[in-house]
């Protein structure tokens, strides 16, 4: 089955305390995206991958770094996480293109810094 | 990217037909539009993609006007799990993956 599968789904942290959200997709798809959600402000773009080392900012990028070491997964680290980033999390990916290119998202992450 | 504007909300009926219309006045010209469906707590689900006219699949329609300048999702006989919310969204970006998702429309539909 096609899926992006994120991991945790739930996490509560302290402040400061690094943290990994790992991201993992079995559609060999190049591209990968990391968003938040916040109440009223829609799907925020953190960071996107066009394939394998290849990253770029996305619209709030500040306090997040990603990795691409492999095609299949995309990592979204926090290295000192804030209450600011309490937030909903979802990885998508998706071919490249605009054609017949649908971006898949994962089940999302909810992380609350306390 | 093309900047896009939807309603914030919208209420309508079981069994109507729901009409959500999006502007995008500076859509490039390859760029498609494609429309997501998003569920409370769950990600984006893509419901539709058009360049122009009409485009219709199992789910909805999709209405494009000849300057492209906008378009409208149909949704026939809405159910009350349509209730979500439904982005739309305009192009790729420059060669990349920047995506641009707003905050979309809230459909309720009410029995």
């Known amino acids: 089955e096609a899926q992006v599968t994120q991991n945790p789904r739930y996490l509560i942290t302290v402040t400061g305390k690094k943290l990994t959200v790992t991201c993992s997709q079995n559609?060999?798809?190049?591209?990968m995206s990391w968003y938040r959600q916040d109440p009223g402000l829609g799907l925020r773009q953190i960071y996107y991958?066009?394939?394998?080392?290849?990253?770029d900012k996305g619209d709030v990028p500040e306090g997040y770094k990603v990795s691409r070491k492999e095609k299949r997964n995309f990592p979204l680290i926090l290295e000192s996480p804030s209450p600011n980033q309490t937030s909903l999390y979802f990885c998508?990916?998706?071919?490249?293109?605009?054609?017949?290119?649908?971006?898949?998202f994962g089940q999302g992450t909810r992380l609350t810094v306390v | 990217l093309a900047k896009t504007t939807q309603p914030i909300s919208m209420d309508s009926y079981e069994g109507q037909e729901v009409n959500i219309t999006c502007s995008h006045n500076?859509?490039?010209?390859?760029?498609?539009i494609t429309w997501y469906q998003q569920f409370p707590s769950q990600g984006p689900r893509f419901i539709i993609q058009?360049?122009?006219t009409k485009v219709t699949n199992e789910v909805a329609s999709l209405f494009i006007p000849a300057d492209r300048k906008s378009s409208t999702l149909s949704l026939p006989r809405v159910s009350l799990s349509d209730t979500a919310v439904y982005y739309c969204?305009?192009?790729?970006?420059?060669?990349?993956?920047?995506?641009?998702f707003g905050a979309g429309t809230r459909l309720f539909v009410k029995a």
């Open positions: 998508a990916s998706r071919t490249p293109g605009q054609i017949n290119t649908e971006a898949f």
């Open positions: 559609m060999n798809h190049e591209y």
């Open positions: 991958s066009m394939n394998v080392e290849v990253t």
């Open positions: 500076n859509i490039a010209t390859n760029d498609y």
């Open positions: 058009g360049y122009k």
């Open positions: 969204l305009v192009g790729e970006g420059t060669g990349g993956f920047k995506t641009i």
